[in-house]
């Protein structure tokens, strides 16, 4: 079954609400925020996630969660088990 790029674009909006621009930058953030909790270095991750540059990858997290990639990182680490994640804006996600 063939596909054009625009049928699949809209049809990835009408199922995730996102077009793929967006959902991958949202997949990104939701992974960088995953691997944080997980222990992995800034460094590491950004490299991971496919950054060529460390600060295209903190200007992506700031413009996504509103704060800097080491703030989040200082956010998560002192979360414990017992306390609910804080809620980091309208965009936050597990």
């Known amino acids: 079954m063939g596909m054009k790029v625009f049928q699949l674009k809209a049809a990835l909006e009408q199922v ?3 077009g793929p621009k967006e959902f991958f930058r949202h997949y990104r953030a939701v992974q960088a925020r995953r691997m ?7 460094k590491d991750i950004s490299d991971q996630l496919g ?7 903190a200007a992506e997290i700031r413009s996504f969660y509103g704060i800097a990639p080491r703030d989040l990182q200082k956010i998560i680490e002192r979360q414990s088990p017992a306390h609910p994640a804080p809620r980091l804006g309208a965009r936050t996600f597990a």
Do not use: A
């Open 51 to 57: 950054f060529r540059y460390y600060t295209h990858f």
């Open 36 to 42: 944080i909790s997980e222990g992995c270095s800034l």
């Open 16 to 18: 995730v609400g996102l």
